[in-house]
């Protein structure tokens, strides 16, 4: 896996084969070409000998509807390996897309297939945008781009950020281990006891049906005693806010935080923690 928002490759492996691929570029590209240089691959192994693969470039994988607003072209084959793969240019964002699912023989992979092609997309609805990593999935807005991110042992965190706002997701599992005898109120405090960065006050609420903490507050101007020289442009600066909500989900045993600085009041913390999903519903 490799690339940014205007180009990138993505591949997810099984033990034995490739089942997915992915391919974005920011740019249109000659959907014919590309086409007949996969349908070669896929029927000319490296060694220039036939692979025993049937290609069939006229078979029905998705629908116009399905991707309405995409120059799209398909292709499907079989043999001891099968598999359909689509090609698009997409009329609202000007990107371009591949992607292909693989499946063996003896597999019922095509609706499989279908379904995971058909959840691609390459741009987001009404100004906002998937952020996916490890299960944790959520909504941010589209002009929200990648500032870093970390992934250890029962944590993961994603930072996003535009212009000077910033947005950060993060997860912990094994929650007990991580609250100890601490309420998640207390657990919040002692985590954000010695920040410097803002001010900021917190109190119990419920968040996505389970006990959580809400914080708010604003950024410190200064880190330490304002000068009386620069104590009027301090006055006239805009305020940056600090936005928080963190809750821990039993059910998949799990702890949750989102947390915003931004320069003007909205619902974006809200926004986001609405669109996680911390566990399935039966």
Known sequence: MGGDRKS???????GYMP???VKWSAKHIDLARKRKEYVKQLTVGKRKRPTGLEVKTDAKVLSKRAKPKK???????????CGMGVLWNCEVCGRALIAQVSWRAQDEGR?????????LDDHGIGGWETWAVDGLAFLAPSDFELDGWKRMTRYLELRLARDKETLK?????????????????????????RRRDVEWRAEQAEI??????????????????????????????????FDARAWHCPESNRLYLVESL????????????????????D
Do not use: M
């Not at 997701?169 to 006891?193: C, I, K, M, S």
């Not at 931004?262 to 519903?281: A, K, L, N, Q």
């Open 8 to 14: 990138g490759y993505l591949r997810v492996d099984d």
């Open 19 to 21: 089942r997915l691929q």
């Open 71 to 81: 120059k799209l072209l398909t292709y499907v084959w079989r043999g001891p390996q």
């Open 111 to 119: 609706e499989i297939a279908q379904e995971v092609l058909e959840s």
């Open 169 to 193: 997701v993060a997860r912990w599992g094994l929650v007990p281990l991580v609250l100890g005898d601490r309420t998640l109120h207390q657990w919040f405090q002692d985590e954000n006891r």
């Open 208 to 241: 996505r049906g389970h006990r959580g903490v809400v914080a708010r507050g604003e950024r410190r101007r200064f880190a330490g005693a304002l000068r009386k020289r620069a104590a009027h442009a301090v006055r006239r600066s805009p305020a940056v806010y």
């Open 262 to 281: 931004h320069g003007r009041e909205g619902e974006i913390v809200s926004g986001v923690v609405d669109s996680i999903i911390c566990h399935r519903e």
